[in-house]
T-cell receptor, first 113, second 116 residues
Framework: AQSVTQLDSQVPVFEEAPVELRCNYSSSVSVYLFWYVQYPNQGLQLLLKYLSGSTLVKGINGFEAEFNKSQTSFHLRKPSVHISDTAEYFCAGGGTSYGKLTFGQGTILTVHP | DTEVTQTPKHLVMGMTNKKSLKCEQHMGHRAMYWYKQKAKKPPELMFVYSYEKLSINESVPSRFSPECPNSSLLNLHLHALQPEDSALYLC???????????????FGPGTRLTVL
């Protein structure tokens, strides 16, 4: 069975600093991975996804993620964060069943001025 | 238009009430989803509709009853709920149901439900 683990429940960072949000997966089937962001009192918005091909995936709002098969990781990075990036970030995996995403527990990113 | 709309934004109901949540999309998507999200937790899949037919029911109690009247609309009928059903209910849609879950899901803002 597939599982997705987000290693940090909370990540505080100062504005304009780089950030990495960690995600590890385990799967014995095809791997399709997503990062979603949820701003307070809102639904989820797709940041980026990996289905196949280049292991470096670029998304919206300056985020990127690297798929690393040997380390079973899909970490999310941004070189310089803004206050507006404060939100909860979810890593999710597909590849098992129609429409079913396996979500990690989420990482709350707080950007301080 | 990449928007999924949900009404109402907030709902307070008693345990004996019957209410419905509504979700709408006009992107021509053929898959629609209901999720439940408790505070500080990830979304949990409840139901998946594919081409207006129920394709996945994640062992959800019968007090939750989904309905897909047409390809743009998804309802969730609520009856005899319990206080522990209080949560954010999210609707999502995707273009074409993919067997391996590769399709991007577009989420609505959710309905915040409180059961007294």
């Amino acid at each position: 069975a597939q599982s997705v683990t987000q290693l940090d429940s909370q990540v505080p960072v100062f504005e304009e600093a780089p950030v990495e949000l960690r995600c590890n997966y385990s799967s014995s089937v095809s791997v399709y991975l997503f990062w979603y962001v949820q701003y307070p009192n809102q639904g989820l918005q797709l940041l980026l996804k990996y289905l196949s091909g280049s292991t470096l995936v670029k998304g919206i709002n300056g985020f990127e993620a690297e798929f690393n098969k040997s380390q079973t990781s899909f970490h999310l990075r941004k070189p310089s964060v803004h206050i507006s990036d404060t939100a909860e970030y979810f890593c999710a995996g597909g590849g098992t069943s129609y429409g079913k995403l396996t979500f990690g527990q989420g990482t709350i990113l707080t950007v301080h001025p | 238009d990449t928007e999924v709309t949900q009404t109402p934004k907030h709902l307070v109901m008693g345990m004996t009430n019957k209410k419905s949540l509504k979700c709408e999309q006009h992107m021509g998507h053929r898959a629609m989803y209901w999720y439940k999200q408790k505070a500080k937790k990830p979304p949990e899949l409840m139901f998946v509709y594919s081409y207006e037919k129920l394709s996945i029911n994640e062992s959800v109690p019968s007090r939750f009853s989904p309905e897909c009247p047409n390809s743009s609309l998804l309802n969730l009928h609520l009856h005899a709920l319990q206080p522990e059903d209080s949560a954010l209910y999210l609707c999502a849609s995707s273009q074409d149901p993919q067997p391996l879950g590769t399709d991007t899901q577009y989420f609505g803002p959710g309905t915040r439900l409180t059961v007294l």
